[in-house]
């Protein structure tokens, strides 16, 4: 821009070594100012488009082209795992408070790969005697390499907001499955309870009618009505944590808390043989905040390396032009002048602290990404634990525990026809069997929860299959 702006003034200014006017030497002494300092900030390496580009393309896919505002919420309620996940992907304000950071970390690239304002000053003198008035133009530059260096910082935090943004989408992704999932069991739960609320009405009308009849005995009417109420309660209770959860579902997606959100249509995952040493490999390998943490060191190892520039002296370019009154009678003259200088960092106890400073904060920084290792390290056997123990009572109850309560149930009522049990062991059957029938659909809500923890611990939405898990048929 500033070669193209000199070039209509070529014709008029060619003349700079003393037959033109000693003005026309002025614009070329700021223009070397520029270029010098073009030269310098063109040390460094352009990273910032390319972190600008992938923050692009990652608001398209999300966002729509990276709109300012969120888009808009959907005409229908989302239905399966997928629509809750997805929508949660384009509307939560979370999510896009991470997304926003990671762009700011990408704008701090070429602000930090930039040199200073030159600055530019104008003297007048009131008691004109040798000069009437001065323009001057100078430009600092840093000590060689700094630009660099602090562009690689700025690169390496950009690198950490994206990782941020990431392990957000992971986090994002665990908490929606398992808000859907513990909606899905409040469903199946619900819908348990009052199978077995209707079967108990059946009950208490086969008991009035027996006692009535004089074939049965109060305490039977009695207890099943005592039964009757004690799962009228408990669904009662599950209906009013519908809305309680539908409320905390609509808050990650952000959506109106208004209206109920529809039962989810969920298809579970089969059986299931992690590998906890291919996950632990994946964890060290694609966990986004172990990434954000490298990420992290890398940026203080810069800092470290720009404590110890600044101990290097800057440099200053400058360039002026003053107009000086005439001698004897002559009209006014002019003159250009050169300046240049260095700083001088003379205070080396500041120097000092601050490169200790960058040491001690690049081993902190080593020792949070070790601590956060271990920890993640920790939460994956946790979360294998679980799904292992999920597996183990999905098995338990659906293939063992409730086809035997089933039989105990269909016994005690035949015993009971037949005058041969009471009506106490019939009622106590009935209870076992929605026992059972509840903790098995517990048992597959936190199956599928720790699935989701796996994934958000190793990096990858879907554990099962693949190099993590092996599916059985």
Same mark, same amino acid.
């Given at each position: 821009?500033?070669l ?32 010098v300092?073009? @030269? ?22 999300? /966002? $729509? *082209?990276?709109?300012r ?26 999510? &896009? ?11 701090r ?14 003297? /007048? ?7 009437? /008035? ?16 602090? %562009?690689?910082?700025? =690169?390496?935090?950009? +690198?950490?907001?994206l990782? @941020?943004f ?18 899905? /069991? ?5 819908d348990?309870?009052? %199978?077995?609320?209707?079967l ?8 009035e009618?027996?006692?009535?009849? $004089? ?25 009013? +944590? ?41 964890? @060290? ?7 954000a ?7 203080? &190892? ?8 600044? *101990? ?36 080396? $106890? ?14 902190? @920084? ?6 956060? &290792?271990?920890?993640l ?8 634990? +679980?799904?292992?123990d ?7 109850f ?23 049990a ?10 076992t ?9 517990? =048992? ?16 990858a ?5 693949g ?7």
């Amino acid at each position: 821009m500033f070669l193209n702006a000199e070039q209509p003034l070529a014709a008029e200014l060619a003349d700079v070594t003393g037959s033109g006017p000693r003005l026309a030497r002025t614009p070329r002494v700021a223009l070397m100012v520029l270029v010098v300092g073009a @030269a310098v900030s063109g040390c460094a390496t352009a990273a910032g488009p390319a972190l600008r580009e992938s923050h692009e393309a990652m608001g398209r896919e999300l /966002y $729509g *082209g990276g709109e300012r505002t969120l888009p808009p919420a959907p005409a229908t309620a989302p239905a399966s795992l997928e629509d809750y996940v997805r929508l949660a992907f384009t509307r939560n304000a979370g999510l &896009r408070a991470a997304f926003d950071r990671w762009q700011a970390a990408v704008e701090r690239v070429p602000q930090a790969r930039s040199l200073e304002d030159p600055s530019l000053s104008f003297e /007048y003198f009131i008691e004109q005697m040798d000069t009437r /008035y001065g323009v001057s133009l100078t430009q600092s530059f840093p000590a060689f390499g700094t630009l660099r260096m602090r %562009e690689g910082r700025a =690169a390496a935090e950009a +690198q950490t907001a994206l990782h @941020a943004f990431d392990a957000e989408r992971f986090a994002l992704y665990e908490r929606v499955v398992r808000a859907v999932h513990e909606y899905g /069991y409040l469903s199946r739960a619900t819908d348990v309870a009052d %199978e077995n609320l209707h079967l108990l009405e059946q009950l208490e009308q086969a008991a009035e009618a027996g006692y009535r009849s $004089g074939a049965g005995a109060q305490a039977d009417w009695t207890l099943v009505q005592i039964e009757k109420e004690r799962v009228a309660d408990r669904l009662a209770s599950l209906r009013d +944590q519908r809305r309680m959860q539908s409320v905390g579902l609509a808050a990650l997606l952000n959506l109106p808390a208004g209206d109920l959100l529809p039962w989810p249509q969920i298809a579970f995952s089969g059986p299931a043989a992690l590998d906890e040493t291919a996950l632990a490999e994946l964890l @060290a390998e694609l966990n986004p905040e172990l990434k954000a943490a490298e990420s992290g060191i890398e940026a203080a &190892r810069h800092g470290r390396d720009l404590a110890r520039r600044a *101990g290097w002296p800057g440099f200053m370019l400058g360039g002026g032009w003053m107009v000086m009154p005439g001698m004897e009678g002559r009209g006014d003259e002019s003159d250009v002048r050169l300046m240049a200088g260095i700083s001088l960092p003379i205070w080396r $106890g500041r120097i000092r602290a601050g490169g200790r400073e960058a040491d001690a904060m690049l081993q902190a @920084a080593e020792q949070d990404r070790d601590e956060m &290792r271990n920890r993640l390290r920790t939460e994956l056997s946790m979360a294998t634990f +679980q799904f292992r123990d999920a597996e183990r009572r999905v098995e338990l109850f659906t293939n063992s525990l409730i086809p035997k309560a089933e039989q105990v149930l269909a016994s005690e009522q035949q015993a009971y026809a037949e005058g041969k049990a009471d009506f106490a062991a019939w009622i106590e059957a009935q209870r076992t069997l929605l026992e059972f029938r509840l903790l098995a659909e517990r =048992a597959v809500a936190d199956r599928e929860i720790a699935l989701a923890d796996i994934g958000c611990c190793v990096g990858a939405f879907d554990v099962v299959g693949g190099p993590v898990g092996s599916q059985e048929d």
